[in-house]
């Protein structure tokens, strides 16, 4: 019955996949419009997300930036379906630009491991297409509470690349799976930015708010020798025909792989950060990255009400 949900899912994906470019950019916006019009949770933490990280801002500018970051990312939803649902050599043809191979080539000829850190940022969909196509890889994922959500999304990653993308779920067993694949001198993919349980992690400024941030990539890095690369497909264009993308992949900064884990916790989330502000539209603010506070300092979950 699972199975059946998610193909069934995968059914109505493939009809919104295969609509024009320009319809699935006013469907997106039209989405857009009725989050904000009700005021749903999408809408609601963006709004916590810009007050804390851009307290200069004024209200009028977080207002505009709001609107920008409803539409960009219901766009960037309806342009997924799309991805999951059409060959990914077709999908792959998007990039108009591509930035820093030579960096992911060279690691991949070294032989010590190569750990990409992918954050929410632009297309990350896409990205693990372009991925795929590379190398084989392990490409570590948060599994949604859905079984039927689940599912879907092994059905939505196969494609051509089922036997080169091993997904490992974010749990107990994962850093043995990871740290033997990156032993062998293999591919790992990692998001970054997704907030890890309380205890696996360090609390480090994102947008000068102490953000609990994952330990694993650090430990990872540190113990394996592996090189640390980041990487993202940022939207460069959205032509009606269809959206171009810029791969980007740049080294990580020093202090990646530090043996104390608040210092690559704070390198980890400066990274991240800098891309993030390249365009603060293409980042994904509907998450919730500062539910849980540092213990002892009075703050609240600031998305209580939301």
Known sequence: MTRFAARLLYFFAGLIGRLP????????DAIAALWQRRDA???????????LAYPELLAAEREQWQRAIMRTTARQAVETLRLWTRPHAENLRLLR???GTELFDAALASGKGLIVAAPHYGN????????A?????????RPPESAVGEAFL?????????????QVRAEGAAVRQLWKRLSAGGVVGILPDQQPKAGDGEFAPFFGVPALTMTLLGR???????????????RIDTHT??????????????????????????????????????????YQWTYKRYTLRPSGNGEDNPYRSG
């Open 154 to 166: 092994n059905l939505v990653r196969a494609d051509t690349d089922a036997q080169r993308v091993t």
């Open 124 to 131: 990350w969909e896409l990205l693990n297409q372009w991925l």
């Open 241 to 282: 025909d269809n959206p171009g993308f810029a791969l980007r992949i740049e080294a990580a900064p020093a202090g990646i792989a530090d043996a104390d884990p608040q210092r690559a916790c704070d390198v980890l989330n400066a990274a991240v950060e800098r891309i993030a502000r390249r365009d603060p539209a293409q």
């Open 133 to 141: 196509w590379r190398t084989p890889l392990a490409i570590l994922y």
């Open 21 to 28: 470019w320009s319809w699935q950019m006013r469907l997106g």
């Open 97 to 99: 630009e591509q930035h």
């Open 220 to 234: 990872l890095a540190e113990r394996t020798g592996a090189t640390v690369l980041f990487a993202y497909c940022e």
């Open 41 to 51: 949770r999408e809408s609601r933490v963006v709004r916590v997300n810009l007050a």
